[in-house]
């Protein structure tokens, strides 16, 4: 199992490389997602037989199926699968505040990661309920809830490898170095979604790329006329 849970990893990390690398919106890009989210699906299965425990793989499914599921929803509408997300992520943040607080076997440092997974938990929850008030999202927003639950999932993954690799690493590489840099891939791209004029330029390129594909058809079908 813990072979099996390894490869799904790697698999994971993989695609999802490609998902953040290929352009948005693309066959690559779609591609890679659909075999991201299927890895994180074996991988968070796996995890929980491997620790017997369901908190934290419920935690990296949850960022990776709500992040999938925006995308294959219409814009400005939800269902039943947005308001069984949002019931678990509360379940976890508060398991993973009452575990916090009560207990007294863990170190700070894991206190304090528990502490954030929680906090963000708990945001994530009330992202959820402000969506489904509001029938759904669109636009930019839409894709910014897509990119940074696609990343924390990734996030996930990554804290997993460094936590068990690190130590064969180079002196030279610091520990934690993967893990700065998905947080930092995680707010490029909230900033650029949000406020930059990326996704105007993403929208005006799809479009005109549509357009342009109509008007060859048009005239294939005037020259068969």
Known sequence: MLTFHI??????????IGALSFVKGSMWHRRSGNLFFLFMILMTGSAALLNKGLTM???TFYYGITAWAVVLRKENSTGILEVLAMLLIAYISVDLFYYVFTSTAISPTFKAIFT???????????LDLNMI?????????????????TCYALLGTVMSISANTSDSWPDFIHDDALIYLMIGILFYWLIRVLFTRWYI???????????????????????ED
Do not use: D, N
């Not at 008030?133 to 639950?149: F, V």
């Open 7 to 16: 490869i799904s990893g790697s698999f994971l990390l993989l695609f999802g």
């Open 57 to 59: 793989p419920l935690l």
């Open 116 to 126: 954030i997974h929680a906090t963000i938990a708990a945001m994530a929850a009330f």
């Open 133 to 149: 008030l509001r029938g759904g999202l669109c636009g930019k927003h839409r894709i910014a809830r897509h990119a940074w639950r």
């Open 201 to 223: 330029q993403l929208k005006e390129v799809k479009g005109g790329s549509l357009l342009t594909r109509r008007f060859i058809a048009a005239r294939h079908a005037l020259k």
